[in-house]
């Protein structure tokens, strides 16, 4: 079955600093994978996905993301963090074939200080 | 961009009394919707999958009976809490899949939050 793992409940980082949320995945087959982020009590917005192509995702809002397939792995990252980025992050694979249901991972709570 | 709604946004509901949450996608067409549920601080946990035109799919551990979906047209979906108690008070979540992207995009609706007294 596919799934994904967020190992870190929470991630502290200063504003202006680099920001890693580690996500990994156990797939069969050709992995369809996602981030998401989401505010208190609002629903998730999408931040990028990996289908194919190029390992480096760019992604919404400066964030981007690294898929390697060796380490089965697709860590998401931004060069400066801001404050306003502070909310909980959700990887995600695709279940199956096109038109299924995401698996999510547990969520991480990013804190971003001043 | 594709967007879906959700209507309530918040509901409070005494134990015992049936809610019915609506899911529509806004400007795309989606023969495809789930349902999630999600509890304070935790993962999405997906509950079923709605096709339109027919039976909703369940996941394991997912009373169909009470839990109900209805998907009668391609832009709406429905979920009905019936017999509600305490336990089933939680942010339920709504996503629709665009029958037109190559990727079968997936978009999220905004939530529900289901308060049972």
């Known amino acids: 079955a596919q799934s994904v793992a967020q190992p870190e409940d929470q991630v502290n980082v200063a504003e202006g600093n680099p920001l890693t949320v580690k996500c990994t995945y156990s797939v069969s087959g050709n992995p369809y994978l996602f981030w998401y982020v989401q505010y208190p009590n609002r629903g998730l917005q999408f931040l990028l996905k990996?289908?194919?192509?190029?390992?480096l995702v760019k992604g919404s809002y400066g964030f981007e993301a690294e898929f390697n397939k060796s380490q089965t792995s697709f860590h998401l990252k931004k060069p400066s963090a801001l404050v306003s980025d502070s909310a909980l992050y959700f990887c995600?694979?695709?279940?199956?074939?096109?038109?299924?249901?995401?698996?999510f991972g547990k969520g991480t709570t990013l804190s971003v200080s001043s | 961009g594709a967007v879906v709604s959700q209507h309530p946004s918040w509901v409070i509901c005494k134990s015992g009394t049936s809610v019915k949450i609506e899911c529509r996608s806004l400007?795309?067409?989606?023969?495809?919707m789930f349902w999630y549920r999600q509890f304070p601080k935790q993962s999405l946990m997906l509950m079923a999958t709605?096709?339109?035109?027919?039976?909703?799919?369940?996941e394991q551990g997912v009373e169909k009976d009470k839990f109900l979906i209805n998907h009668a047209s391609l832009t709406l979906s429905t979920l009905t809490v019936t017999s509600a108690h305490p336990e089933d008070s939680s942010f339920y979540i709504c996503?629709?899949?665009?029958?037109?992207?190559?990727?079968?995009?997936?978009?999220f609706g905004p939530g529900t939050r289901l308060t049972v007294t």
């Open positions: 990996y289908i194919t192509g190029d390992n």
């Open positions: 995600a694979v695709r279940r199956g074939q096109a038109g299924t249901a995401l698996i």
């Open positions: 996503s629709a899949n665009d029958r037109t992207s190559d990727t079968y995009e997936q978009y």
């Open positions: 709605s096709n339109e035109g027919s039976k909703a799919t369940y």
């Open positions: 400007d795309f067409q989606a023969t495809t």
